[in-house]
Every structure is written in C-alpha cells, then in structure tokens.
T-cell receptor, first 115, second 111 residues
Framework: NAGVTQTPKFQVLKTGQSMTLQCAQD?????MSWYRQDPGMGLRLIHY???????DQGEVPNGYNVSRSTTEDFPLRLLSAAPSQTSVYFC??????????????FGPGTRLTVL | GENVEQHPSTLSVQEGDSAVIKCTYS??????FPWYKQELGKGPQLIID?????GEKKDQRIAVTLNKTAKHFSLHITETQPEDSAVYFC??????????FGKGNQVVVIP
C-alpha cells in the first residue's frame, strides 16, 4: 500500500491563480480530510468527507473547494489564490467502519507559496 | 468546538533524560486522544493514542496518561534519543468525530 499520496510536493502561485492539490489513498478509507499547517497554529481542518459524494466544511473552509467523486481521491481546489493561503497542506484519511476508526493517516504534504 | 492547548511550545532535554508534554482540552465529551510526531519535511505520524476509558497506555519508551477530571493528557518519553527530536502534536476527538489539534511542541534532544 502506498498509503496517502499528495501531489505536488511544492507549488508557487501568483495571486489570483487557481490550482488543485491532489490527494489519493489506497486503503479504502471512507473518511478523508484536508488540513493546513501554519507556524505556531498547529493543524487546522479545511474540509472533510465521510464518503463519495459527501463533503463538509471544517474550521477554515473559505477560499477552498472540495469534491469526492471516488473513495480514493479527494482534491482540494483554490479558485483564486491569495497570499494568506501560503501554507503546508496535509491530506489525511481513516476508516469509518471496523476496528481502528480513530487513527488518521497523513500524507507527506504540499508546500504552497502564493506571491 | 473543542479547544486543545499544548505546553510547553519548546522543550530541550539531554539525551537519556525524560521529556513530558502536557495538553489540556475543553470538551468533556471528547473521548479519543492521539499524539502525532512530525519530522522535518514530513507529515504527522501517529505514535500513541488513548481513549477516555483508560488512564494510561505505554508503548516501549513512550507513554500517555489521561486525567478526565482535570481534562488534561500528557506524553512521556523516557530515555530520550536524538531521533526523538521532532514536533509533537496532541489532539482530541471532538463532536462529529473531528480531531482538534494543539499547536505543536518542538522537542530537541541534545546529544
């Protein structure tokens, strides 16, 4: 199993540009989520999904869109990037049914800089 | 929602000594408390967790204790080694099964 994968690893955008951060997992996990990590702020939840076709907002959803068309993929879209979105983004997944339904598995992250 | 506070923000210890990181949480309904370790340039990795029906859990050199009355839980690392140097995050499972994270603690193990 590759676990949770994220692409790209690094990205530089100009203000106003759009892009999609990709996240995929091969563990058949129902729950997937996106976090941003800023210095001194810990990890803050952006959006999450409990299954294909179902998404919901987290703590800091403004400026981001998500969709969940398959169990495996959970892309995060920035429609019009702003400097305040400069951050490291982590995708995570976990099962909903079964024994270990609390353990979240994190991807390696995408470091985004918006100029 | 759940609010998790983590102290201290930075901790330096001599190799071989013990390190303790303490977290407090606000929501008495939280029932799951994981600890994550994040090495430079990598994603957080779960190292130990505890549920509200248990007061202490140990896994080799690391242990976690939970005090539900005081709403705090702590990570204990014994016989610290240089590879323990990392950022450690505590978290609490709030309502709707969402994790609320502390702001992280930089642990530096001095050889």
């Amino acid at each position: 199993n590759a676990g949770v994968t994220q692409t790209p690893k690094f990205q530089v955008l100009k203000t106003g540009q759009s892009m999609t951060l990709q996240c995929a997992q091969d563990m058949n996990h129902e729950y997937m989520s996106w976090y941003r990590q800023d210095p001194g702020m810990g990890l803050r939840l952006i959006h999450y999904s409990v299954g294909a076709g179902i998404t919901d907002q987290g703590e800091v959803p403004n400026g981001y869109n998500v969709s969940r068309s398959t169990t495996e993929d959970f892309p995060l879209r920035l429609l019009s990037a702003a400097p305040s979105q400069t951050s490291v983004y982590f995708c995570a997944s976990k099962p909903i049914a079964g024994v270990s339904t609390d353990t979240q598995y994190f991807g390696p992250g995408t470091r985004l800089t918006v100029l | 929602g759940e609010n998790v506070e983590q102290h201290p923000s930075t901790l330096s210890v001599q190799e071989g000594d013990s390190a303790v990181i303490k977290c407090t949480y606000s929501d008495s309904a939280s029932n799951y408390f994981p600890w994550y370790k994040q090495e430079l340039g990598k994603g957080p990795q779960l190292i130990i967790d505890i549920r509200s029906n248990v007061g202490e859990k140990k896994d080799q050199r690391i242990a976690v204790t939970l005090n539900k009355t005081a709403k705090h839980f702590s990570l204990h690392i014994t016989e610290t080694q240089p590879e323990d140097s990392a950022v450690y995050f505590c978290a609490a499972s709030s309502r709707n099964n969402r994790l609320a994270f502390g702001k992280g603690n930089q642990v530096v193990v001095i050889p």
